[in-house]
């Protein structure tokens, strides 16, 4: 050890005199070993010390378990499971993915909506398609008389099913309160809007267009086989003095409800692209349900009677073509219904479809039947229905004959 040190000392002194000696007292082979000494003895010390440390820390984490252990015997058995669901976020829901034509969150209008027609089908809406967000009845309110005003509408979609009370003037109770019953519940009369419209006045169309994803056509200016205009109604009869070229909710009326829905739709993928949102390209998305229903009359359903604006078929073909060449953009469906016969044809009977241009003769056609409930049916069921997108068909449910 002595000479350990010895050595130690002369490597120090050669080290202090080697930094102004121009050659070096002492080559580096001769102080190899001792080096390699001093080395192995640091690195035994480090050894040592980190040793020390990790049982240190050893010993510490066995503490803490035992503290652990401690806590979980005072806390119980259902603390110490390790069953920690009630801790754990709820599942996400799954993606609600669509598959095919919806009507889920749609708001759906029905132009003529207190007509025998198109008051059944504000029924059928209502009562089938709960997830609808809204049904639009678009009425032409002409005086109070039941047939014309609101009465119809009422009494089909069930608003006269309610109970309510009108106190005497001279009673304690003189208020009056109307509540809906318990078999109401079904109804679903809280999506139902009933707005008044002038069809030949654009500017109301496309103000009560705004939201509205798809149309039901059931307006006519025709009560069956009469022309509305020609009767003693004055209000029809006015259009028909006032002005003989215009005034043909047929033509007209129809022309402004389809450019208001057009502008509606392109108005909100407008909004929807400038505020950055995803919008599909087209008007009509995947899932969308067709976008017009135009509900017309089979060639030979009624006869093709003289009016004040033309030829009765004339102008059912003429309202036909608007949809089709006028408004390509918007998805159709054009359907021509058979002769209405609410008294001998049973309801709920299988829905026909018969593309135009069949192989058929007139006197077959004529025969063909449908009742009203059938027709307000095939009307809504056509807004989901693929295979009548963009096409016109004839619609019947039964045979008669003449």
Known sequence: MKQYLVLLSLLKLFATCNAFAPTPLLSVARIGRPCSILRQSNENENESEAEKEAQRLRQQ???????IRKMEETLGPARRS???????????????????????GK?????GANGRLGSMVTRYLLRNHPEVKEVLAAVHFVGEASTRGYGRLSYEVGAEDGV??????????????FEYSDEMKDYNLNKLRVVEVELLDPMQCATIMEGVDSVIWCATDFDGNTPKALGLN????FRAVAAPTKGRVEIEGLTNVLGALKQSKQDRIRVARMSG??????????????????????????????TPFGEFNGLKREGE??????FPSLSHSILQMTQFDDNFVEESLDLNFDAVGDELSPEERATRRINRRDAARAAVDALL??????????????????
């Open 107 to 111: 708001t759906v209008m029905v132009v």
């Open 61 to 67: 984490a066995e503490s803490l378990r035992e503290q």
């Open 164 to 177: 309510g009370t009108i106190g005497a003037a001279w009673s304690e109770d003189r208020n009056a309160y």
């Open 321 to 326: 073509g608007i949809v089709k060449r006028d």
């Open 277 to 306: 949102s995803s919008s599909p390209a087209l008007i009509d998305g995947t899932n969308d349900p067709t976008s017009f229903v135009l509900v017309s009359s089979a060639p030979n359903a009624l006869g093709n009677f003289e």
């Open 234 to 237: 004055i209000a029809f009869l």
């Open 385 to 402: 229905d693929e295979a009548l997108v963009d096409e016109t068909v004839e619609v019947w449910t039964a045979t008669r004959g003449r």
């Open 82 to 104: 390790n069953n920690n669901a009630e801790y754990m976020p709820e599942p996400t829901a799954p993606i609600d993915v669509q598959e095919g034509k919806s009507l889920k």
